[in-house]
């Protein structure tokens, strides 16, 4: 019975820390709310209804200080109103961006604007009633760990993207930002035509300076080899001299030895008719 008790608490001892880093491990995380939401607002220049729920959001929301830092709005034109009153259909990316986000959201594709969403919360349609929704919207979304953002999904699963604008500018406002963005461009390009021309200016200058290295090295070869054909000149005109007084003495040496050997012979016979003589 005790070796039952021992081997029951033995195995407590292992199977415990065991599960407990099981349990652990299969601890899912708390999701954190995100604390920031998007408003996502489809609108048409000219079109009244977008313009109140414009000026609402410029001049009521954005200062409402329950919502200020919580929450930010992406503007998606999806129709322009011509001088003729025709609809261009200028922003096809923006109505497919948008008819994807309100069939997911509602089943079928939107037919008018202003339509906006916030998470997975959609309105349709504005007027001042919508106001305190609107702002419990943003607080709740803003609050929600399970917090889903269904526009920026769709616009990721797009290969064209839609193109943002910003009517609370203004069109005077816009057109400034436009300008400053085209300046912006221009000085850009202007600091690489700019870089560029350097390059060259400085690779032709580069240029020069080689083949100026190159002349000078040239004329020094030119020069050592003048003064090398020189040198050997003059080494050829004293091997010439000293082999020509090599020859005169050879000669004079010659002619002396003749002479002696004339004067030996003379002595000779000389000394032999005398010895003829006495005979």
């Known amino acids: ?61 954005r200062n409402d200080e329950s919502v200020k830092g919580k929450f930010e709005v992406v503007y998606y034109e999806v129709w322009n109103v011509l001088e003729d009153g025709k609809t261009p259909d200028d922003h096809p990316q923006n109505k497919e961006l948008l008819s994807a986000v309100s069939t997911k959201l509602t089943g ?14 959609y309105f349709s349609g504005y007027g ?50 436009k300008s400053n963005k085209t300046d912006v461009v221009g000085l850009v390009i202007l600091g690489v035509t700019v870089v560029v021309v350097l390059a060259i200016i400085f690779t032709r200058h580069t240029d020069e300076e080689d083949e100026e290295e190159v002349e000078e090295t040239k004329t020094e070869a030119k020069a050592e080899k003048k003064e090398a054909k020189a040198e050997k000149k003059e080494v050829k005109a004293e091997v010439k001299v000293e082999k020509k007084e090599t020859n005169k003495t050879d000669k004079k040496e010659n002619k002396t030895g003749k002479k002696t050997a004339s004067k030996s012979t003379a002595t000779k016979k000389k000394s032999t008719k005398k010895k003829t003589s006495k005979k």
């Not at 070796?3 to 820390?17: A, E, G, S």
């Not at 953002?149 to 609370?168: C, F, G």
């Open 1 to 61: 019975m005790k070796r039952f008790f021992k081997t029951l608490l033995v195995l407590l001892l292992v199977v415990t820390p065991v599960t407990f880093a099981s349990a652990k491990k299969t601890t899912t995380p708390a999701k954190e709310a995100p604390g920031k939401v998007t408003m996502y607002v489809f609108y048409g220049d000219g079109c009244p209804h977008c313009s109140e729920l414009e000026e609402y959001i410029k001049n009521t929301l």
């Open 128 to 177: 001042e009633t919508f106001n305190s929704e609107i702002v419990n919207t943003i607080l709740t979304q803003a609050a929600n760990p399970e917090y889903k953002d269904i526009v920026a999904e769709a616009v990721n699963s797009m290969t064209t993207k839609p193109e943002v604008s910003n009517p609370e500018l203004g069109d005077e406002s816009e057109a400034n930002e």
């Open 108 to 121: 079928k594709a939107a037919t008018g604007v202003p339509f906006y969403v916030i998470g997975e919360k």
